[in-house]
Antibody, heavy 115, light 107 residues
Framework: EVQLVESGGGLVQPGGSLRLSCVAS????????MHWVRQAPGKGLVWVSE???????VYADSMRGRFTISRDIAKNTLFLQMSGLRADDTATYYCVRSTSGFDLWGQGARVTVSS | DIQMTQSPTSLSASVGDRVTITCRAS??????LSWYQQKPGKAPKRLIFDVSTLHSGVPSRFSGSGSGTEFTLTITNLQPEDFATYYC?????????FGGGTEVGIK
């Protein structure tokens, strides 16, 4: 089955770090551009970052320098390393595959930043 | 940045109605425009890509159109399972940007 499964979410204190993982099944992750999208509680969707087939990475301005997208080809897994977390980073984070937009979404990983 | 202004923010409709949702881009863009449906507690699902191409398995009552700065999602013969929130996405320029969402509720 073609799917994306995120893990690694949880409660973290302000200023802390967290790494999200997304395991891809049914397809080869590095054959596609892959993204992270987030959604704060009760709010809309926000693009976070992407990684290209050649490994090039791009970030939204508010995440650049704090978030790092990467992948492990052997494990077919996408990562999002988040540091310097703030309360407004509280959201559900989705791992997404793109082909003319976002054609495949994971179920989401919930991140709560609070003391 | 390309701002995507989606309207209306919410609407109430009845089963069988025709519903139209609009996204206006702050500057002209090409065909890198897609539409998504999201139900409470679930991940979004793609409905339409490249402005007007239906995603595999999506019912034909969903359609997309538009060009330049104005794009439209139309749902004809609204069904009970269509009550949800809808988002547009432009992925032609960085940063990728979503519309603010349209919640389609039951009248």
């Amino acid at each position: 089955e073609v799917q994306l499964v995120e893990s690694g979410g949880g409660l973290v204190q302000p200023g802390g770090s967290l790494r999200l993982s997304c395991v891809a099944s049914g397809f080869t992750l590095n054959d596609y551009w892959m993204h992270w999208v987030r959604q704060a509680p009760g709010k809309g969707l926000v693009w976070v970052s992407e990684i290209h087939i050649d490994g090039l990475t791009v970030y939204a301005d508010s995440m650049r320098g704090r978030f790092t997208i990467s992948r492990d080809i052997a494990k077919n897994t996408l990562f999002l390393q988040m540091s310097g977390l703030r309360a407004d980073d509280t959201a559900t984070y989705y791992c997404v595959r793109s082909t003319s937009g976002f054609d495949l979404w994971g179920q989401g990983a919930r991140v709560t930043v609070s003391s | 940045d390309i701002q995507m202004t989606q309207s209306p923010t919410s609407l109430s409709a009845s089963v069988g109605d025709r519903v139209t949702i609009t996204c206006r881009a702050s500057q002209g863009m090409g065909t890198a425009l897609s539409w998504y449906q999201q139900k409470p507690g679930k991940a979004p699902k793609r409905l339409i890509f490249d402005v007007s191409t239906l995603h595999s398995g999506v019912p034909s009552r969903f359609s997309g159109s538009g060009s330049g700065t104005e794009f439209t999602l139309t749902i004809t013969n609204l069904q009970p399972e269509d009550f949800a929130t809808y988002y547009c996405l432009q992925h032609g320029r960085y940063p990728l940007t979503f519309g603010g969402g349209t919640e389609v509720g039951i009248k």
